[in-house]
């Protein structure tokens, strides 16, 4: 798929988003929301799914607002049948950085990422001083098992219907311009410490998005991480029977789309 084919598709789906989200709301006045709000999903039913990081899942339904689950820090939900469904939340937004399965007022912890991320930390760079796992997006496989890409990790994680949690596919470092960086912080004139940077440095491949395709493979959004670079961000393709595939050496990933900037979900 090239890069122009894909936007193409982009624009579609978001303008199909939109006039989902208006004929919802046409007799609804919605509340305000705690904030941030993250992940979208429509329910079997029809009910549009918002994660809500502030307070927990909420849902529109047949044109009435409710809550679903009180759930802080709540990244994301993948509906599994009606009033069923997959949710990430995240330590970055005052969550757990757990996967739980969400029914109507209740909830179940079903694996911790956040401590595999420790345990394993499968892209191998440095832990560093913020939360080493940020689990961003989560899709539903046939059979009951989660795909969750955690956007700290930089890595796509699979989490089976007991719970046990495994890495499919890491993304790799990329080495990009610092132009766009010096130009947020106002160099050369500010004065500012990333005015000093080489023209170009290891960025991180961010993964931020997991969907399923209909080949059945896993496509996974990446946004670059520092010095933000324009047009790195990259879509990958990666073989649904990868494990530990180090993506940009291994045959079982590809490139299927580029030229993007910080990617935030597919």
């Known amino acids: 798929m090239s ?35 993250f992940g979208l999903a429509i329910a079997p039913d029809g009910s549009f799914l918002v994660a809500d990081a502030g307070a927990g899942i909420s ?20 509906p599994i049948g009606r009033g069923d469904m997959f949710a990430v939340t995240s330590r970055g937004f005052a969550g757990d950085g757990k996967l739980y399965r969400v029914s109507r007022g209740s909830r179940r912890a079903v694996a911790d990422l956040f401590a595999f991320e420790l345990a394993v930390n499968p892209d191998g760079n440095p832990v560093g ?39 499919i596919a890491t993304l790799p470092n990329q080495v990009v311009p610092t132009d766009n960086a010096k130009t947020l912080f106002g160099c050369p004139g ?23 395709g209909p080949d059945g493979a896993f496509y996974v959004g990446e946004l670059k991480g520092f010095p933000a670079p324009l047009g790195q961000s990259r879509v990958w393709r990666i073989e649904p029977t990868a494990r530990h595939a180090v993506c940009g050496s291994s045959p079982a990933c590809q490139v299927v789309a580029a030229g993007f900037t910080s990617i935030i979900d597919l």
């Open 3 to 37: 890069a122009s084919n894909s936007r193409v598709v982009g624009v579609a789906l978001a303008v199909a988003l939109v006039a989902l989200l208006v004929s919802q709301a046409s007799a609804l006045v919605f509340p305000s929301f705690t904030s941030p709000v």
């Open 59 to 78: 849902e529109v339904r047949k044109g009435v607002y409710g809550s679903v689950a009180t759930l802080p820090g709540v990244t994301d939900v993948a």
């Open 129 to 167: 001083a913020d939360p080493p796992s940020n689990p961003f997006d989560v899709a539903v496989l046939t059979g009951g098992s989660a795909l969750i890409a955690d956007a700290a990790g930089n890595s796509l994680l699979l989490v089976d219907q007991r719970g046990t949690v495994d890495w």
């Open 190 to 212: 500010s004065g500012a410490p990333q005015c000093g940077l080489p023209a170009a440095i290891p960025a991180q491949g961010v993964a931020t998005s997991v969907a399923i």
